[in-house]
């Protein structure tokens, strides 16, 4: 899903039982561009499942320490519980994919069982939903992650906000790497925990 820019009043689409056909987060990343003639009047599109942000999976990112962090050593999770994820709403194609190589690494960290969409191991599935706002001089990034069960009832959700200064008239000319990485490693801790309770 892409934005070329998100309203401050602007909220997340409500939680619903998750369909069989939207493409895995997992599965596919958007294009580098995307048309601009597919941005609605709100800030929020429904584009084809080629143009949907996703998540590659773990093992296909590089080493933790390729990015001067520290390696983390696998340790089985607390819960069975299997994840997976739908694709994002409210980020812009570079933002999306900004953040899916920064999530992905995150969440291979705090070894979260993540798969592909498709895979018969699933036991709950996240969506997320993402927004950019000013707020003075500061650009307010706010995240909501909504957690549903194999029988798309919503169970849980985490939420989150991240500030950085303005660079541009456009919000999501602040929302680059570092700002994207507190995103993901917030949202990867949160869910870790929600994990290792169920």
Known sequence: MLVTACASGGAPTPPGAIGDTPPSILESLPPAEAPADETGQDGMTNLAAADTAGLPPATSLPNATSTNQPATQYQAPASRAVLTFEPMVGAPSR???ELATALGMRVAQQSLPVVKRTDSKVTHRIKGYFSA?????????SYVWDI???KGKRVNRVTGTQKTQMVSSDPWDSVTGPVLDKVATDTAAKLKTWHASI
């Not at 000013?134 to 990034?141: D, F, I």
């Open 95 to 97: 933002v999306a994919r």
């Open 133 to 141: 706002s000013k707020s003075g001089s500061e650009c307010v990034v």
């Open 148 to 150: 549903f069960d194999a």
